[in-house]
């Protein structure tokens, strides 16, 4: 029987009761993106308390998925769509380190990760700025004009800014804002196959949405888009699995339903059904 991959973001992490979450671990292919992990670890007043929770997760049954940057990365060094998205080498490792009295703990390098995570910020703002001057402009004011005529809400407008979206070339989208990433713009990011071609594809929806609201981004906006960043992550990493686990309202269950409809998307675990069951994780 096919195994069906669920994700679950920080809002559900945080929001479901741990037992709960370890029983569904236990038989259920249940992944742990490490953006988790490091929204967990830069927490500055509860950090050390949600990495016990990481750690217990992933001792229950969870799965490590490396991290978007990571993956955008690997694709473009190996000119190739990545593999699975669960690392279970990396898991196993996690767990053994565990059972031999490894508890995890804010990195001392803290601040790289932190850094990190700025460094794909200015990557995003970038992606923001090349998206509405130069690639996807005209499209963009034409779908806003009719956002604006119809007072949609924030669901429809998502599902207008996939349409619009969907029309574009990501792969030139890919070549004119990933060149950091690959020595072979022309062979990267070719199909709906590439992780990376989510990842921009779900940027630029964001980015349509975020210009929609409140006018063109600029450098000033750094912090906002490092939050939204892992926000976006977990959304555009659903392109590799079938489910999602969130009760963040405000962007991403609005934004996953919207790019990725066939895909399902739970608030509680109670209404994940039957056919996610595996029994067989660990």
């Not at 029987?1 to 370890?22: H, Y």
């Not at 955008?72 to 053994?96: I, M, S």
Request: proline share 3%; hydrophobic share 35%.
């Amino acid at each position: 029987m096919k195994t069906k991959p669920i994700i679950i973001d920080k809002s559900a992490f945080v929001g479901i009761n741990l037992d709960d979450l370890c029983n569904f671990a236990n038989n259920h292919f249940l992944i742990l993106p490490l953006v988790l992990h490091d929204e967990c670890a830069t927490n500055q007043k509860e950090g050390q308390a949600l990495l016990r929770r990481f750690q217990r997760l992933i001792a229950s049954g969870g799965n490590i998925c490396q991290e978007g940057r990571y993956i955008v990365e690997k694709e473009g060094q190996t000119l190739r769509p990545y593999g699975l998205l669960a690392n279970h080498d990396e898991t196993e490792r996690w767990r053994k380190a565990f059972e031999e009295g490894k508890i995890l703990a804010v990195p001392p390098d803290i601040g790289n990760v932190r850094k990190s995570h700025k460094d794909s910020a200015r990557i995003t703002l970038d992606l923001h700025e090349k998206v509405t001057d130069e690639i996807g402009g005209e499209k963009f004011r034409i779908a806003a004009n009719e956002v604006r005529k119809s007072a949609v809400n924030r669901h429809e407008r998502f599902k207008i800014w996939v349409r619009v979206v969907d029309t574009l070339d990501i792969h030139r989208i890919a070549a004119c804002v990933l060149t950091k990433f690959t020595n072979t713009p022309d062979k990267y990011c070719l199909s709906a196959d590439w992780v990376t071609w989510h990842y921009l594809r779900i940027s630029t929806i964001c980015t349509f949405e975020y210009t929609f609201l409140k006018g063109k981004p600029g450098k000033n906006q750094q912090r906002n888009a490092e939050h939204d960043l892992q926000d976006e992550e977990y959304v555009w990493l659903l392109s590799r699995a079938d489910g999602l686990l969130t009760r963040d309202k405000k962007l991403i269950s609005s934004l996953a339903k919207a790019a990725f409809p066939e895909k399902d998307v739970f608030s509680n675990l109670n209404e994940v059904t039957e056919d996610y069951k595996c029994n067989w994780v660990q």
